[in-house]
């Protein structure tokens, strides 16, 4: 848990979109569910059920990485660092979260010029004519959200390396 106001914050706002990502894969498991009790029952699915279901896991996954981030939960290859010691563990640990802040920033940056071209493309999905840049512009802010993140547990590991 974060001591300072700002990292309270950044918790607090990382939960609340896990939560998001967390209730739009409820919603894909009842499209699912009627999609296959609809083929069981009277031979018809759900008009559709592939693409949501694309477009849903996209930005649920999307909206987990901030949290996963902050809460040191992506897979970490110790291979290498296993026997050194903690100092240049957290070196290597800001280092990485610093690339990955500045990844992050880079790909939400990009992700809004994408939506932005998919919006004047006018494209949309093949059977029920979604727009593709509404998920992609949902997606926007889990990577700015993951770049703060990022950052944060940066600064985190910079200051421990410091102590």
């Not at 949501?52 to 970490?76: D, E, K, N, T």
Request: charged share 15%; aromatic share 8%.
């Amino acid at each position: 848990m974060p001591a300072d106001g700002f990292g309270r914050a950044l918790q607090r706002a990382c939960e609340l979109l896990a939560l998001a990502g967390g209730l739009v894969f409820v919603a894909l498991t009842l499209l699912v569910t009627a999609s296959i009790l609809g083929r069981w029952l009277i031979a018809k699915a759900v008009p559709g059920d592939y693409e949501l279901m694309q477009l849903g896991c996209a930005v649920g996954v999307a909206a987990f990485l901030p949290w996963c981030q902050l809460r040191g939960g992506h897979v970490i290859v110790d291979f290498f660092t296993a026997r050194a010691g903690p100092r240049l563990r957290a070196v290597l640990d800001a280092l990485g979260a610093a690339l990955l802040a500045g990844c992050s920033a880079l790909v939400a940056g990009r992700m809004v010029d994408g939506a932005r071209g998919l919006a004047e493309a006018g494209e949309t999905t093949t059977v029920l004519a979604v727009p593709i840049w509404v998920p992609v512009a949902l997606m926007v802010p889990s990577f700015a959200l993951l770049a703060v993140a990022g950052a944060y547990t940066a600064w985190r590991h910079a200051r421990a390396w410091r102590e």
